[in-house]
């Protein structure tokens, strides 16, 4: 367990390093764990809450991932270009590029993009998010390098409820 924990810290540092103040690396990194770590939601509330072991250090550990992805200047191409150099070195080649799509069930109405739609992923039409995804694969194994939120028409041809102001952090015209 140690040499894993090693092991991601080294390959998390790689992803942020030099990109802004080390406070801010740090927050990327323990969001990403929050990501990585058990649980069925992945909301910064929740993640939070797993993160930290005092109870009275959620608040101050939801703010800082809530600066982390609302207010940070992170160059997402940078560290998309960063992982395909990654991937394609553990691959030992790139033998093709998957474009793959993936649907994100959702219970609510006001996460970005959520609407009833068809989900491969659920096999059937449910209240979710759809993503497209890009991969890289090879030999060994394949990995995702990027991904972008499908839009249902509804959520693209209106501006306000792509805003989402105060509710998501994130705009889908924007990060």
């Known amino acids: 367990m140690r040499q894993l924990n090693r092991e991601l ?3 998390m540092e790689s992803m942020v390093e030099g990109m802004g103040r080390s406070e801010r690396r740090r927050a990327l990194e323990q ?3 929050g990501l990585l770590l058990e649980g069925e939601r992945k909301s910064i509330e929740p993640m939070a809450a797993r993160l930290v072991k005092d109870e ?9 991932l809530q600066q982390c992805v609302s207010a940070s200047n992170w160059s997402d191409s940078e560290v998309r270009r960063r992982l395909a150099r990654k991937l394609e070195a553990e691959l030992h080649g790139v033998e093709a590029f998957v474009v793959d799509d993936t649907g994100f069930p959702k219970k ?3 996460s970005v993009g959520v609407a009833r739609q068809y989900s491969g992923t659920l096999g059937r039409t449910d209240n979710c998010q759809v993503a497209v995804s890009l991969h890289l694969a090879g ?3 394949s990995g995702c390098i990027g991904m972008r939120l499908y839009l249902p028409e509804d959520w693209a041809h209106d501006a306000k409820r792509r805003e989402c102001p105060g509710r998501c952090g994130l705009s889908a015209s924007g990060r």
């Open 9 to 11: 810290s080294e390959y």
């Open 31 to 33: 969001y990403l764990t």
């Open 56 to 64: 009275a250090q959620v608040d101050a550990m939801r703010q800082r």
């Open 108 to 110: 609510g109405e006001h």
């Open 139 to 141: 030999d060994k194994g």
